[in-house]
């Protein structure tokens, strides 16, 4: 007669390891979501992560260049719209596209920057704090210039507005990219794909093209002071950013390879239209 005792004893041993295993990972489960969350492990990490984007030399500097840079350079783009003799070509999308959403302008240029800071992920960009803080200063500094400006109705004092607004605008490009933290999210687009072998004229001249015609087809406002913008804003931003560039503490402005200098010097002379 054959014995049946063994085969019992797998029978339920096997069961009783199962239940063992299933209440230890239902243990180790409960422990983990009655444990507290590493916030002070999180707030460390970005602080971390923030400190690492802004270069070392000169900081403080550099963070007060860079924020009255871009404060100056919303406040400048109010102007110009606010003059309604036009803007540059990202600022009639950014007006026309805001008639449609039902948003202030301002607000749409930040959702437009954090949106084109989408298209940095196939190129490999890598974002500095300048970036970051690019893409909300500008839009909240547009919006208050555009809510505490008056419209001028007197033609000279409409030219006036967006002639001193351009000019304004040439000092706050040399200011932000003086500081040397990174580019805005439209320049970061433009020197991604310059740096991978395709001509940066071609790149600029392509999306000012596009999103000017975008612009106009929403409703967006096109006139001389487009083309104003057009003519001055190179010059002016030629002439402040090596004026404005923030050197190191030794007075010696450091030394590029040769392969960066035509894209360094291009970017910073496109580098002018809404960051």
């Excluded at 400190?51 to 403080?60: G, H, K, Q, T, V």
């Excluded at 909240?140 to 007197?154: K, S």
């Excluded at 020197?191 to 596009?210: C, F, H, L, N, Q």
Aim: aromatic residues 6%; contains cysteine.
């Amino acid at each position: 007669m054959t014995s049946t005792a063994p085969a019992d004893r797998r029978s339920t041993a096997a069961p009783v390891a199962g239940d063992r295993a299933e209440r230890a990972m239902l243990g180790r489960h409960e422990q983990r979501i009655a444990a507290p969350l590493p916030v002070g492990e999180l707030v460390r990490a970005a602080l971390a992560w923030f400190s690492a984007l802004i270069p070392r030399d000169r900081r403080a500097h550099r963070m007060v260049q860079l924020q009255l840079g871009l404060l100056l350079y919303g406040l400048s783009d109010g102007m110009i719209l606010m003059s309604g003799l036009g803007a540059n070509p990202w600022d009639v999308f950014h007006q026309g596209l805001a008639k449609h959403i039902g948003l202030p302008v301002g607000t749409t240029v930040i959702l437009v920057g954090v949106a084109v800071m989408l298209l940095w992920i196939p190129i490999r960009q890598k974002p500095g704090f300048g970036t970051l803080c690019n893409v909300v200063v500008v839009g909240l500094a547009m919006d208050a210039a555009m809510a505490w400006t008056p419209t001028p109705h007197v033609w000279w004092l409409r030219w006036g507005e967006m002639v001193g607004g351009i000019v304004l605008n040439g000092v706050a490009t040399g200011a932000y990219i003086g500081a040397g933290m990174g580019p805005g999210p439209r320049d970061g687009v433009m020197t991604g794909y310059a740096t991978r072998g395709r001509s940066i004229r071609v790149v600029r001249t392509s999306m000012e093209v596009v999103v000017l015609a975008v612009g106009w087809l929403l409703g967006g406002t096109v006139g001389i002071g487009t083309a104003a913008y057009a003519l001055l804003i190179g010059p002016l931003a030629h002439r402040f950013i090596p004026l404005l560039a923030i050197k190191p503490k030794d007075g010696a402005a450091p030394r590029a390879p040769k392969a960066e200098k035509p894209r360094r010097v291009a970017a910073g002379h496109f580098a002018s239209e809404n960051c």
